[in-house]
């Protein structure tokens, strides 16, 4: 169990699976001190949550629907610097944990987690530490004392978080315009990303970019 926190922590969920969002909040609600001030499903819930609801937490899916919450993170911290994020995911771990620590989150969790570990996770983000696995805190140790990047023996694990958002969202079936909308972008810049995508990738073509795109977010959910 947790140990009994100083003052009342207020908790946000945001996940698109309402079934997710009630198993977490009972989860969490059963914490002394704890309490569960808001469930949304998408990112524009949550950002109006985090002005009027005014969270001490966050607990974020990484993907709400067809968009990455990357953006988001960001977004909840222009009105609540303080706020603490802990993202939820169940994609690979090397590859997302430093994007979504770059991104401003607190934390990273995967969804195949126990428990006590979600408990472990709320508690030492709350205490103001980061939280990640035993396994990916090594490897992220191991690659600023070796100057190295995490995972970059994978071409993705070379996108920033801003393309590795746009990846999803392009596997995802959304159009240049549909993803400077959401990323609340030009759409100038979304192709760029798109244009640095393709070059590290080493893909010939923008259907190739399509193609790959699509292929790696299925293996990925």
Known sequence: MMSTV???VNVMI???????????AAIISREPGIFICAEC????????????KAPDLAIVDLMLGKESALPLFRRLLQFKPD???LALSMHDEAIYAPRVIQAGAHGYIMKG??????????????????YVSDKM??????S?????QVGATDDVSQLTASELAVLQMIGAGLSMKEIADKQRRSQKTVEAHRNNIRLKLRLPSAPALVHFASQWVHSHQ
């Open 144 to 148: 600023l004392a070796g100057g190295t």
């Open 137 to 142: 805190r090594s490897q992220l140790l191991r």
């Open 41 to 52: 499903e998408d990112a524009e819930q949550a950002v109006c949550a985090a002005q009027e």
């Open 113 to 130: 987690a126990g428990i006590e570990t979600l408990r472990d996770a709320v508690q030492t983000v709350m205490k103001g530490d980061l």
């Open 83 to 85: 706020l603490r994020i």
């Open 6 to 8: 100083l003052h009342a």
């Open 14 to 24: 945001v996940d698109d699976h309402s079934i997710v969002r009630a198993g977490l």
